[in-house]
């Protein structure tokens, strides 16, 4: 079943209520955001590079991050692994959070930093501790340069998200334990 999402986006139903198909919610409007706005967010956070080499070990939280952009989005810097080569690759990676998207999004950039040479379509990574999967961010898209950190990876890490514009700065804590 199909329906018109706000923004006038076709949203696909399924008989998984919780499950949204990627190829469903690719337009996404992140139309700010690219590589050079990545790039600056590293910069702007003293990061020691674009991409730089990670310890997969340093993925404790709270993450601390910034509000910038022309439109003002917020971002972080999170550890990435891929697993799944021998040995494992880790790099640091400009995200925006994006709490109108479920799932995450790799750059081609970030893909290749992570020397992912089977070029899928989606796979599984570490990200700051959290294993979930990460599609490809598509190419000629509205983001296909960017890096995005969507509400499943915020869900399934227990995290809150608090954002300051006064400071223009965004913090992800981890909840404390439910009893």
Not at 21 to 28: A, G, L, N
Request: hydrophobic share 40%.
């Amino acid at each position: 079943m199909a329906g018109i999402g706000t923004g006038g986006h076709i949203m696909i139903a399924s008989k998984d209520k919780d499950y949204l198909p990627p190829q469903s919610v690719v337009d996404i409007t992140v139309v700010d955001i690219g590589e050079p706005v990545l790039r600056a967010v590293a910069f702007g956070l003293k990061e020691t590079g674009f991409l730089a080499d990670a310890d997969p070990r340093e993925t404790g939280f709270s993450l601390h991050g910034v509000v910038r952009g022309p439109w003002w989005r917020p971002f972080v810097i999170a550890t990435v692994t891929n697993e799944c080569i021998q040995p494992p690759v880790s790099k640091r990676v400009v995200f925006i959070i994006n709490t109108t998207v479920p799932l995450t999004y790799l750059s081609n950039s970030t893909l290749d930093a992570l020397e992912d040479e089977r070029a899928p379509k989606a796979m599984g990574v570490n990200v700051h501790g959290t294993r979930i999967t990460a599609y490809r961010a598509p190419a000629g898209k509205r983001f296909g340069d960017a890096n995005v950190l969507g509400t499943t990876f915020v869900r399934d890490s227990r995290l809150t998200v608090v954002m300051d514009f006064a400071k223009l700065s965004v913090e992800l804590h981890l909840q404390p334990p439910q009893t």
